[in-house]
Each structure stands twice: as structure tokens, then as C-alpha cells.
């Protein structure tokens, strides 16, 4: 036997095949590996700064607990109450005074629960009250003075209360 | 600088950024005080000034009379520094004394302009913060 014939005998075309099929995959694995090489190389430049990324990551994952959202619907990490909600924290006398006083001047800019801020630190600011900026800043943080969300500011239910046991 | 890093590394802006691309902003910023009733800057001003909050509360006003509060240190204003036609869309002012860190838009500019990485995550946040305030300007 000679020549193909003896090749098929001894199944040649099939370790021929064979060896083909290993040899292109070697190569199409070995050119994979050269196209993403720059990425390990710009990895291994970046090694540190992936180190503290992850750190950071991973600091980040810490179980938090947001009870409620800003003004823009993001989860505030620090307590606060709800708007409207009753705080255990007493309201200041001087807060409550002017509470009254900017409760009134709210009324002559609006006539509905809904109000712009800059008008009513305009009004206030033109009436010659004292600090008009922080004592509005003040009802604010103390939840009397709330933002509806779109722009417009309200009193809450808690300074409702208040000035309801003040008459 | 490694003070002005640290900070940095706390503020939701920048808490994706690697420490040598917060080493780029670090070395562009200045810290400014701001006085209780100061207006930092008015509608239609040229935008040139990117500022972050580092303590205060501030108000922010548009056109039509809407607003809201920032109190949070890392709240920010100004981004219309890097937004055409470059002049500010509100108006800022201090409810009570604070301080900010404050970015000259050119460099800020130039800085993400030149990382393509660096200028997609922060302009990513960006545009989520203006994103959440469309409404009040409006």
C-alpha cells in the first residue's frame, strides 16, 4: 500500500485535520491574547489606583440607613424627620416668634399654601427685619419651612401645630 | 494639596475619580469664604466660577421664582462654567457664613476636555445634578 491510499489506511487526513484544528486554534487564541494585551499592561499601570478604588468600593457597601429623601428625591444619610412629621427636638422660642412673624409675611405673597422663597426673603428683607437669611434658613433646617419639590416652599404640618397652640 | 484630596475623595462628584485624577483637581482649587447675605453670583453673569460647598447654605433661584436649598457639604453650583452659552441660569445666596471650594471654569474645562475618562465621570454627575433641577427652572 503506498501513497493516499496508505494514508487513509492509517488515518492520516484525520490526524492531519486534527493538527490543523490545533494549530488555528493556537493562533486565534494566541492573537486574542496579543489584541487585549494593552489592557493587563494599562492595568498593571493602574494597579494602585485600583487598589484604592475597590478599597473605596468595598468602604462604600456599608450598610447605611436613609430614612428619608432631599428635595430632589436623593436619600439624605443623616436622620431627619420627614416633612411635616412632629421632631422630637423642641422648636427655640426665638424660631417660634419668627415663625409667626414670616408665617404672616407669607400671607401677604400668597394666597395659597404654596409660595416662592426668594419673594418672601424679598418681603422680609424690605420690612427691615433682622437677618432675613438665617432666620429663614433657620425654619428651614428646623422643618417648619419645606420645599414641595417643583420650586415652591410651604409651611409644614409642625408649624401649623405650633401656631395653632399659640392662639 | 493632599488636604484639598481628601476632601475631594468625600464628595459624590468625585468619590469614581483615582487618586492622581483627584491630584489634577486638587492642584486647580481655591477656597473662598462666604459672607451670610452675600449673593455669590447673579442670573446672566458669566459663568466662571465651579464652586462646591464646603459649609453654609445657600439658595438657589431661577427666572421664573423657583428654588431650592443647598446644605450639604459636596452640594455644588455654577456648573453652567461648563455648559454653552456659559453664563450662569440662577441666581446664588448665602443664608448664613460658609465656605466653598471654588474651580475657575477655564481650567476645569481644560482639565476634562483633556482625559476623555476623567471629563465622562464627571460630566456623568453633572448631568445627573441638572437632571434632578430641570424642574426648577422651568
Known amino acids: ?167 | 494639596m493632599s488636604g484639598y484630596i481628601d476632601l475631594l475623595k468625600r464628595m459624590d462628584l468625585f468619590k469614581e475619580l483615582f487618586p492622581r485624577e483627584l491630584e489634577k483637581f486638587a492642584s486647580i482649587i481655591h477656597r473662598m469664604k462666604i459672607l451670610e447675605g452675600e449673593m455669590v453670583f447673579q442670573r446672566g453673569d458669566p459663568a466662571q466660577q465651579f464652586y462646591i460647598v464646603l459649609s453654609g447654605d445657600f439658595m438657589v433661584y431661577f427666572k421664573n421664582g423657583r428654588s431650592f436649598t443647598l446644605h450639604k457639604k459636596g452640594d455644588i453650583f455654577g456648573y453652567s462654567t461648563l455648559i454653552t452659552p456659559f453664563k450662569y441660569s440662577g441666581t446664588v445666596v448665602a443664608f448664613t457664613d460658609g465656605e466653598a471650594l471654588t474651580l475657575s471654569g477655564q481650567d476645569f474645562l481644560r482639565l476634562i476636555q483633556g482625559n476623555a475618562e476623567l471629563g465622562g465621570k464627571i460630566m456623568k454627575k453633572i448631568y445627573q445634578i441638572m437632571n434632578e433641577r430641570l424642574p426648577f427652572t422651568s
Open chain 1, 1 to 167: 500500500m503506498h501513497g493516499l491510499e496508505a494514508i487513509a489506511f492509517n488515518k492520516g487526513w484525520e490526524i492531519a485535520f486534527l493538527g490543523v484544528l490545533i494549530v488555528f486554534s493556537g493562533l486565534v487564541f494566541l492573537s486574542l491574547a496579543i489584541s487585549q494585551l494593552y489592557k493587563l499592561l494599562d492595568l498593571w499601570d493602574k494597579r494602585m489606583d485600583v487598589f484604592y478604588f475597590i478599597k473605596d468600593k468595598i468602604r462604600s457597601l456599608e450598610v447605611k440607613h436613609p430614612v428619608s429623601k432631599d428635595s430632589f428625591g436623593r436619600s439624605v444619610t443623616k436622620y431627619q424627620p420627614p416633612p411635616g412629621t412632629v421632631a422630637s427636638r423642641p422648636v427655640p422660642p426665638h424660631v417660634i416668634e419668627n415663625l409667626k412673624l414670616y408665617k404672616m409675611l407669607s400671607e401677604t405673597i400668597s394666597s395659597v399654601e404654596l409660595f416662592l422663597l426668594p419673594r418672601l426673603l424679598k418681603v422680609a428683607k424690605k420690612r427691615g427685619l433682622a437677618r432675613p437669611h438665617s432666620t429663614i434658613n433657620e425654619l428651614i433646617q428646623e422643618r417648619l419651612l419645606i420645599p414641595d419639590g417643583e420650586g415652591y416652599f410651604q409651611w409644614s404640618y409642625r408649624a401649623l401645630n405650633h401656631l395653632t397652640k399659640l392662639r
